[in-house]
Protein backbone atom coordinates (compact mmCIF):
# COMPACT_ATOMS: atom_id res chain seq x y z
CA UNK A 1 0.00 0.00 0.00
CA UNK A 2 3.12 2.44 0.55
CA UNK A 3 4.03 1.86 -2.95
CA UNK A 4 0.61 3.04 -4.23
CA UNK A 5 0.08 5.84 -1.50
CA UNK A 6 3.20 6.64 -0.15
CA UNK A 7 1.83 10.15 1.34
CA UNK A 8 -1.85 9.19 2.18
CA UNK A 9 -1.94 12.87 3.96
CA UNK A 10 -1.05 14.03 1.11
CA UNK A 11 -2.88 12.75 -0.88
CA UNK A 12 -5.95 13.27 0.79
CA UNK A 13 -5.45 17.22 0.89
CA UNK A 14 -3.96 16.98 -2.71
CA UNK A 15 -7.91 15.21 -3.48
CA UNK A 16 -9.87 17.90 -1.30
CA UNK A 17 -7.99 20.84 -2.17
CA UNK A 18 -8.86 19.73 -5.85
CA UNK A 19 -12.40 19.35 -5.42
CA UNK A 20 -12.24 22.67 -3.57
CA UNK A 21 -10.76 24.56 -5.93
CA UNK A 22 -13.07 23.45 -8.77
CA UNK A 23 -16.07 23.58 -6.96
CA UNK A 24 -17.85 20.79 -8.11
CA UNK A 25 -18.07 16.84 -7.03
CA UNK A 26 -18.75 15.93 -10.94
CA UNK A 27 -17.59 12.40 -11.73
CA UNK A 28 -14.91 13.37 -14.22
CA UNK A 29 -13.80 15.69 -11.38
CA UNK A 30 -13.52 13.23 -8.59
CA UNK A 31 -11.84 10.86 -10.61
CA UNK A 32 -8.87 13.77 -11.84
CA UNK A 33 -8.94 14.83 -8.42
CA UNK A 34 -8.13 10.89 -7.63
CA UNK A 35 -4.99 11.03 -10.49
CA UNK A 36 -3.63 13.68 -9.32
CA UNK A 37 -3.72 12.62 -5.44
CA UNK A 38 -2.37 9.54 -6.45
CA UNK A 39 0.29 10.37 -8.87
CA UNK A 40 1.61 13.95 -7.81
CA UNK A 41 3.00 12.20 -4.44
CA UNK A 42 4.71 9.17 -6.35
CA UNK A 43 6.41 11.62 -8.83
CA UNK A 44 7.53 14.17 -5.76
CA UNK A 45 8.47 11.57 -3.44
CA UNK A 46 12.07 12.37 -4.14
CA UNK A 47 11.45 16.07 -3.39
CA UNK A 48 10.35 15.44 0.24
CA UNK A 49 12.44 15.43 3.31
CA UNK A 50 12.64 13.02 5.52
CA UNK A 51 10.68 12.82 8.55
CA UNK A 52 12.00 14.28 11.89
CA UNK A 53 12.90 12.55 14.84
CA UNK A 54 9.59 13.77 16.94
CA UNK A 55 9.37 13.26 20.36
CA UNK A 56 7.82 14.51 23.60
CA UNK A 57 4.26 14.67 22.54
CA UNK A 58 3.22 16.58 25.67
CA UNK A 59 6.17 19.60 25.02
CA UNK A 60 4.91 19.70 21.79
CA UNK A 61 1.34 20.13 22.78
CA UNK A 62 2.58 23.07 25.20
CA UNK A 63 4.72 24.72 22.74
CA UNK A 64 1.24 25.12 20.07
CA UNK A 65 -0.51 26.14 23.18
CA UNK A 66 2.25 28.78 24.13
CA UNK A 67 2.70 29.80 20.67
CA UNK A 68 -1.31 30.62 19.88
CA UNK A 69 -0.99 32.49 23.45
CA UNK A 70 2.16 34.65 22.44
CA UNK A 71 0.12 35.28 18.37
CA UNK A 72 -2.80 36.66 20.55
CA UNK A 73 -1.13 38.98 23.09
CA UNK A 74 1.68 40.08 20.81
CA UNK A 75 -0.57 41.24 18.33
CA UNK A 76 -2.72 43.08 21.01
CA UNK A 77 1.00 44.56 22.11
CA UNK A 78 1.91 45.53 18.21
CA UNK A 79 -1.53 46.88 17.71
CA UNK A 80 -1.63 49.63 21.18
CA UNK A 81 2.00 50.39 20.20
CA UNK A 82 1.26 51.64 16.89
CA UNK A 83 -1.98 53.67 18.31
CA UNK A 84 0.42 54.63 20.68
CA UNK A 85 3.03 55.37 18.31
CA UNK A 86 2.13 59.16 18.38
CA UNK A 87 3.44 59.60 22.26
CA UNK A 88 6.33 56.82 22.48
CA UNK A 89 7.76 55.46 19.17
CA UNK A 90 8.45 51.90 18.98
CA UNK A 91 12.17 50.71 20.13
CA UNK A 92 12.41 48.75 16.79
CA UNK A 93 15.79 46.50 16.79
CA UNK A 94 17.67 43.50 15.10
CA UNK A 95 18.40 41.42 17.45
CA UNK A 96 21.24 38.44 17.42
CA UNK A 97 20.31 35.47 19.37
CA UNK A 98 22.58 32.49 19.84
CA UNK A 99 21.52 29.07 18.82
CA UNK A 100 21.73 25.50 20.50
CA UNK A 101 19.38 24.26 17.97
CA UNK A 102 21.04 22.72 14.97
CA UNK A 103 18.50 20.26 13.55
CA UNK A 104 17.03 21.38 10.30
CA UNK A 105 13.43 20.29 11.13
CA UNK A 106 13.61 22.16 14.73
CA UNK A 107 15.17 25.05 12.67
CA UNK A 108 12.18 24.77 10.21
CA UNK A 109 9.82 24.80 13.06
CA UNK A 110 11.81 27.86 14.76
CA UNK A 111 11.22 30.12 11.97
CA UNK A 112 7.47 29.27 11.52
CA UNK A 113 7.00 30.24 15.11
CA UNK A 114 8.57 33.48 14.44
CA UNK A 115 6.81 34.26 11.11
CA UNK A 116 3.42 33.55 12.55
CA UNK A 117 4.30 35.63 16.12
CA UNK A 118 3.56 39.13 15.52
CA UNK A 119 6.24 41.94 16.26
CA UNK A 120 9.39 39.46 15.13
CA UNK A 121 10.49 38.71 11.68
CA UNK A 122 13.22 35.93 10.79
CA UNK A 123 16.07 37.77 8.95
CA UNK A 124 18.71 35.58 8.89
CA UNK A 125 20.33 32.01 9.74
CA UNK A 126 24.09 32.13 9.85
CA UNK A 127 25.78 29.60 7.90
CA UNK A 128 27.36 27.28 10.44
CA UNK A 129 23.47 27.79 12.51
CA UNK A 130 24.72 29.59 15.80
CA UNK A 131 22.59 32.84 15.30
CA UNK A 132 19.68 33.70 14.30
CA UNK A 133 19.25 37.54 13.24
CA UNK A 134 15.79 38.72 13.93
CA UNK A 135 13.57 42.17 13.62
CA UNK A 136 11.69 42.77 16.39
CA UNK A 137 9.25 45.58 16.69
CA UNK A 138 9.63 46.52 20.21
CA UNK A 139 12.56 45.74 22.42
CA UNK A 140 12.95 47.51 25.66
CA UNK A 141 15.53 44.89 27.11
CA UNK A 142 17.40 43.43 24.22
CA UNK A 143 19.33 40.60 26.80
CA UNK A 144 15.46 39.95 28.50
CA UNK A 145 14.00 39.19 24.65
CA UNK A 146 16.97 36.70 24.08
CA UNK A 147 16.45 34.84 27.47
CA UNK A 148 12.63 35.13 26.73
CA UNK A 149 12.67 33.72 23.05
CA UNK A 150 15.25 31.12 23.85
CA UNK A 151 13.79 29.79 26.89
CA UNK A 152 10.02 29.63 25.20
CA UNK A 153 10.64 28.47 22.03
CA UNK A 154 14.35 27.00 21.44
CA UNK A 155 14.21 25.09 24.26
CA UNK A 156 11.02 23.38 23.71
CA UNK A 157 12.32 23.05 20.37
CA UNK A 158 15.47 20.78 21.21
CA UNK A 159 12.96 18.66 23.91
CA UNK A 160 10.65 17.78 20.62
CA UNK A 161 13.41 17.29 18.24
CA UNK A 162 16.79 16.05 20.34
Known amino acids: MKRIVPAPWLSLGIFGGWLLLNQSLAAAQLLLAAAVALVMPLLLASLRPAPGPLRHWG????????????????????????????KR????????????????????????????????????????????????????DEAAFIAHFKHTYERPLQEIFG
Do not use: C, K, Q, Y
Not at 60 to 82: E, K
Open 59 to 86: VLLMLILRVGRDVVTSALDVAVAVMRSN
Open 89 to 140: LPRSAFVTVPLDLHDPHALAALAIITAVVPGTVWSELAPDHSALLLHVFDVP
